[in-house]
């Protein structure tokens, strides 16, 4: 029978040799992350229910992000409940502070993440790892917990949809405003519980960061998973990050393999785009919404605080001045020295920005960052709902770190084609 | 019998269901003190124990926390009923033993503040104030034996993990 790629690596996981949409798996998990908003009530649960052990010690990667350094004294209680079920547990993988970073950036980058493998995580951007051809998927704390005890999970195979992008980016348009135009096109649950497979031409001039910014967003329209298939691009990024060299499965969808529909997109018409408030599905070209003043700029986040994404902002930002207050949040400790010895903070600091510590601050409304009310924030985050990034009557706009950046400079939605 | 507290709007998501502005606690009672507030600040004043919600497509889209379901749960609401709920909500409803309804005409057959009452072996939910009976899908019976085992942890265990 044929299978989609999603298709096949749940059936290896399941130990089966097929499965179908709709069918009901218990799977084998390769990798469980773990963070420090979801995994302290799964711990508090093991505990209570005496089943207060780990699969695998190995298998478990643990950073603390949401509130890393901890915000307030709350906080602060969950990181420590996290930091003694992980040594209690010895659990080997473990990016406390001054390692710790934005978890789907990190676990990649700290080769975590391999193809044809199985990962869960505590997150709901879990999903950005199917950039690198594995399933991947967020639960609640529940089912880590469960994950955390057994290693396995269930399961219903997802349909699959397939978005197939044609042609190459211009100058000034990314990944984000790809992954924006399409859920635009489909709605916030118009991938419900389903699988979106991303293929086609235009992903050849994608690097993994700029894929991991669209598989990351995959939850904005409702998919369990968004997967991309293995090529030259997925693999150079491997050998460069992976520390254990053991071979990895490649699986691939089959040609006849059947999807539940297909959508077209012509990557070399698009243009920058903006997710309005409050859903990421109200996107429109920049166009339709420039000269929209702002009060702050956020450029960071799962989705678009990569080196590649900095380096972007820093182009638009360079010998230029911020009219709004800017904050720029690189997304792993590693991308921070890169920035760093880039000189990239130096262009940031030069403009008016503010450099923070990696943390997903202030994207989901933690801390750094947060909104009062009336005002509006141009993000390169991945979520816009009411209330998002602070005040319930604020708003956010989300955008490309390149749109974010110009935007910043004019103190209002701009085009950032005029300064790339 | 519980009144219905009726949000016709589609994807109300885990922002406004629980603000991510508490979720500094897992603690089931500080959360409900908050629940749905970024959507209709009174509802923790007005709701009862017993009292249902209702909503459009897409219920509680948005972020994997389960502190959603436990703020609502928190609030003693028995039930939430949809169109359609969000994937990552619905298994963390069904994983805490908290038995959510889908039904694509509840939303227009209920008004808010309607009495009603819930036969959930039937699938039938009785507005009794709009005096009209809903028939609902129940849950698939892997997800009924969840529920009824109190959880996926108790479901686990009795599994002998």
């Not at chain 1, 209690?88 to 934005?102: D, E, S, T, W």
């Not at chain 1, 235009?202 to 894929?211: C, F, H, K, V, Y």
């Not at chain 1, 018409?269 to 166009?287: D, Q």
């Not at chain 1, 800017?326 to 130096?346: C, M, N």
Request: net charge neutral; charged share 25%.
């Amino acid at each position: 029978m044929s299978m989609t790629i999603t298709e096949k690596i749940l059936a290896k996981s399941a130990g089966l040799k097929e499965v179908k949409p709709g069918q009901l798996i218990d799977a084998k998990i390769d990798v469980v992350m773990c963070h420090d908003v979801t995994t302290p009530a799964a711990i508090s649960m093991l505990t209570e229910k005496g089943i207060d052990k780990v699969f695998d010690a190995e298998k478990i990667i643990v950073t603390p992000d949401h509130f890393q350094p901890a915000k307030d004294i709350a906080s602060a209680e969950l990181h420590k409940r996290l930091d003694t079920w992980v040594k209690r547990h010895k659990i080997k993988n473990y990016y406390k502070i001054g390692k710790a970073g934005v978890c789907h950036a990190l676990l990649p980058e700290q080769g975590h993440i391999r193809p044809g493998d199985c990962i869960i995580g505590g997150d709901s951007h879990t999903c950005t790892y199917g950039a690198f051809a594995a399933f991947s998927t967020g639960i609640g704390s529940t089912d880590l917990a469960a994950a955390i005890a057994t290693g396995k999970l269930w399961f219903k195979v997802p349909p699959s949809i397939k978005f197939v992008l044609n042609g190459k980016l211009t100058k000034g348009v990314f990944s984000k405003d790809v992954i924006l135009a399409v859920i635009g096109r489909i709605g916030v649950d118009g991938a419900l519980y389903k699988a979106m497979e991303f293929v086609g031409p235009a992903l050849a001039d994608m690097s993994m960061e700029a894929r991991m910014t669209m598989t990351n967003m995959a939850i904005e329209a409702g998919a369990k998973n968004g997967i991309i298939g293995f090529d030259k691009i997925t693999q150079k990024y491997l050998d460069e990050h992976l520390k254990d060299k053991k071979p990895y499965t490649v699986f691939e969808s089959d040609k006849d393999a059947k999807y539940e529909s297909v959508y077209e997109f012509d990557c070399s018409k698009m243009e920058p785009m903006v997710a309005m408030p409050h859903l990421p599905s109200n996107a429109v070209p920049i166009g339709d919404c420039a000269g929209k003043a702002m009060d702050q700029a956020y450029i960071g986040s799962c989705t678009n605080g990569r080196i590649e994404d900095l380096r972007i902002a820093a182009k638009v930002l360079k010998n230029k001045q911020v009219a709004i207050r800017t904050i720029v949040v690189p997304v792993t400790p590693a991308v921070w020295k890169q920035a760093k010895d880039e000189g990239l903070f130096d262009i940031f600091y030069d403009a008016g920005c503010v450099i923070s510590a990696p943390t997903c601050g202030a994207c989901l409304g933690g801390f750094m960052g947060i909104l009062a009310a009336g005002e509006k924030c141009v993000s390169t985050t991945n979520r816009n709902f009411v209330g998002r990034m602070g005040h319930p009557k604020s708003e956010v706009y989300l955008a490309s770190p390149a749109t974010a950046a110009a935007s910043a400079i004019e103190g209002k939605l701009t085009d950032p084609r005029k300064y790339i | 019998m519980a009144k219905a507290y009726v949000y016709k709007r589609d994807h109300i998501n885990t922002d406004e269901i629980i603000p991510a502005r508490y979720l500094n606690t897992d603690n089931e009672q500080e959360l409900a003190k908050h629940c749905m507030e970024d959507l209709d600040k009174d509802f923790v004043k007005k709701v009862k124990p017993g009292d249902i919600i209702v909503a459009g497509e897409d219920f509680g889209c948005g972020s994997s926390r389960e502190h959603a379901v436990w703020a609502i749960r928190g609030a003693k609401v028995q039930t939430v009923i949809a169109k359609s709920f969000a994937r990552i909500f619905y298994r963390n409803a069904i994983n805490c033993g908290f038995y959510i309804i889908e039904s694509a005409d509840a939303s227009e057959k209920i008004a808010d503040g309607d009495q009603i009452e819930i036969d959930y072996k039937k699938g039938v939910i009785k507005n009794v104030t709009g005096k009209k009976e809903i028939k609902f899908n129940p849950l698939p019976d892997f997800a009924v034996e969840i529920i009824n085992n109190g959880g996926l942890l108790e479901h686990i265990k009795k599994a002998g993990a």
